[in-house]
């Protein structure tokens, strides 16, 4: 079965410095993707940023970039210069299936602090 | 404004009786999706549709019940066979069905029964 593990309840970073979340999965699939979700207080489920296993070039998106271990099974979140409004839930998820069901981690809560 | 909509944001219902939270949705998109969050938990999948007038269980679908007569609309029926409806739950969906499909998620609603 696969699996998705977060193994950071909750961090917690000043504004402006640099933050990383972890996340590990287990799978037996060569080609997926593997995806990083945020949810802010108000709950919206938005989406932060996405890696494709086949590509060995790390993703990023403006502030945020993961660190993709494919032998290791690793997707980490870096959060770069963080700011306020980064406080959400973070949710690692992972696509199983031929109808792309996502497979969520139980989520970090992190706190951006002055 | 493409998205997704799901009302009521707030449902409250008595025990025993079944309520049917709505997802509407004007992407286009060909999939869809129900997740059920409780605190501390990531998402788990309820049940979920890769194409109009078709869709399978997810990993918690006892208790629940869906119909997909249109592309745009896949709403949920919680029954009264749910042991324990009160959560929130989220509506998706994404443009096809493969590993590589993001999902877009709603705002949500939280369903109390009492």
């Known amino acids: 079965a696969q699996t998705v593990t977060q193994s950071q309840p909750e961090m917690s970073v000043q504004e402006a410095e640099t933050v990383t979340l972890s996340c590990t999965y287990d799978?037996?699939?060569?080609?997926?993707?593997l995806f990083w979700y945020k949810q802010p207080p108000s709950r919206q489920m938005i989406l932060v940023i996405r890696?494709?296993?086949?590509?060995?070039q790390n993703a990023t998106e403006n502030r945020f970039s993961v660190n993709f271990q494919k032998a290791a099974k690793s997707f980490s979140l870096k959060i770069s210069d963080s700011q306020l409004g980064d406080t959400a839930m973070y949710f690692c998820a992972f696509p199983t299936g031929t109808a792309s069901k996502l497979t969520f981690g139980t989520g970090t809560r992190l706190q951006v602090t002055l | 404004d493409g998205g997704i909509t799901q009302s009521p944001k707030y449902l409250f219902r008595k025990e025993g009786q079944n309520v049917t939270l709505s997802c509407e949705q004007n992407?286009?998109?060909?999939?869809m999706y129900w997740y059920r969050q409780d605190p501390g938990q990531g998402l788990r999948l309820i049940y979920y549709s890769q194409i109009v007038n078709d869709f399978q269980k997810g990993d918690i679908a006892e208790g629940y019940s869906v119909s997909r007569e249109k592309k745009e609309s896949f709403p949920l029926t919680v029954t009264s066979a749910q042991k324990n409806p009160t959560a929130f739950y989220l509506c998706?969906?994404?443009?096809?069905?493969?590993?590589?499909?993001?999902?877009?998620f709603g705002p949500g609603t939280r369903l109390t029964v009492t």
């Open positions: 992407l286009n998109h060909d999939a």
């Open positions: 799978t037996s699939e060569n080609n997926y993707y």
């Open positions: 998706a969906s994404s443009r096809g069905s493969g590993y590589s499909y993001e999902q877009y």
């Open positions: 890696q494709e296993a086949y590509k060995q």
